[in-house]
């Protein structure tokens, strides 16, 4: 079965470089999520989108933005790296179903962001 | 606010004994769903099983069985017969019903090191 797929796995940045990255979720899941996961912590959720509109946002700074485009892809861009923003990032995909039931998260594999 | 804790930073078995993983957490919601996600040493994040706040019923799945208690919120997890390759970091979830579409954000617990030796 098909699962999220993210790119690229790893990324090496200087400090005040930007990075984006890419997350294709698995097909016919309308929801995407982005979560980041320091050394030793859980994840944390930043941000999800349903329907390509942002439907939720957590502790994201305001030099991340992200967006969800009409193939329900979703790239979440960081600027001006900070040496903290060394994580590993998830994007999670799922169906969403109407009258308040949620469907499970199925989480890509990450991608490893390491800030110089 | 919506809460998860583990209270087990770490625990250490040998392979075959049992080994339960604890999970607490808190919600003002009536409708929520519960999760279990296995982190293994590669990184992934593994989804195990997904519970809603109404179905109380355990579960087991092969050698995995789920222990879901509202009167206690909590909803524990059992390895039976560990093996070194269930050595992993377990992550209990949390998700909140908001209205009548839920969006579902996760809310995690800190997690269990799981370490299984031989």
């Known amino acids: 079965a098909a699962g999220v797929i993210q790119s690229p796995r790893h990324l090496i940045k200087e400090k005040r470089e930007t990075a984006t990255l890419k997350c294709y979720p698995i097909p016919r899941h309308d929801t995407v999520y982005w979560y980041q996961q320091g050394p030793g912590q859980d994840p944390q959720f930043l941000i999800s989108?349903?329907?390509?509109?942002?439907?939720d946002k957590g502790s994201i700074p305001d030099r991340f933005s992200a967006q969800q485009f009409s193939d329900y892809h979703s790239e979440l861009n960081m600027s001006s790296l900070e040496l903290g923003d060394s994580a590993l990032y998830f994007c999670a995909s799922s169906s969403q179903v109407g009258g308040g039931s949620t469907d499970t998260q199925y989480f890509g594999p990450g991608t490893r962001l390491t800030v110089l | 606010a919506q809460k998860v804790t583990q209270a087990q930073t770490e625990i250490s078995v040998v392979e075959k004994e049992d080994v339960t993983l604890d999970c607490v957490y808190e919600?003002?919601?009536?409708?929520?769903?519960l999760f279990w996600y296995k982190q293994p040493p590669s990184g992934e994040l593994v989804f195990l099983i997904r519970?809603?706040?109404?179905?109380?019923q355990n579960e087991i799945s092969g050698r995995y069985s789920w222990n879901f208690q509202k009167s206690t919120s909590s909803f524990n997890f059992t390895i039976t017969a560990s093996q070194v390759v269930d050595s992993a970091v377990y992550f209990c979830a949390l998700s909140e019903s908001a209205g009548g579409t839920s969006y579902g954000k996760l809310t995690f617990g800190q997690g269990t090191i799981l370490t299984v030796h031989p």
């Open positions: 519970r809603n706040s109404f179905d109380e």
């Open positions: 989108f349903y329907e390509k509109m942002q439907s």
């Open positions: 919600t003002r919601d009536t409708t929520y769903y």
